[in-house]
């Protein structure tokens, strides 16, 4: 079964900076995309950053210049530098993993979830 072990979160004032990073664990077999989504308060879970296994990227137009993904393939690990944030950065943040053993076959995981909370 796989795992998704999420990691630094926390309380930041606005304009400050912070590290998510997520780790996967268990048997990913297959091209496959890792990223970040969130859910502030009263809001519906949004796509944050995605990069699928050949480099290629997405984020949402909010952070764009202010956030970065990045991944390491071989250790299934996914980081988050999140600069400049804004108190509507504030939400909890969960890590995604999708697998695509196979044409036509989608597996998608989720982290716990960490709080992020920009204010001053």
């Known amino acids: 079964q796989v795992q998704l072990v999420e990691s630094g979160g926390g309380l930041v004032q606005p304009g400050g900076s912070l590290r998510l990073s997520c780790a996967a664990s268990?048997?990913?077999?297959?091209?496959?995309?890792m990223g970040w989504y969130r859910q502030g308060p009263e809001k519906q879970r949004e796509l944050v950053a995605r990069?699928?296994?050949?480099?290629?990227?997405n984020y949402a137009d909010s952070v764009k210049g202010r956030f970065t993904i990045s991944r390491d393939n071989a250790k299934n690990t996914v980081t988050l530098q999140m600069n400049s944030l804004k108190p509507e950065d504030t939400a909890v943040y969960y890590c995604?993993?999708?697998?695509?053993?196979?044409?036509?076959?989608?597996?998608?995981?989720w982290g716990q979830g960490t709080q992020v909370t920009v204010s001053s």
């Open positions: 995604n993993l999708e697998v695509f053993p196979w044409v036509g076959r989608r597996d998608n995981y």
């Open positions: 268990g048997s990913i077999s297959g091209p496959s995309a």
């Open positions: 990069m699928d296994s050949g480099g290629s990227t």
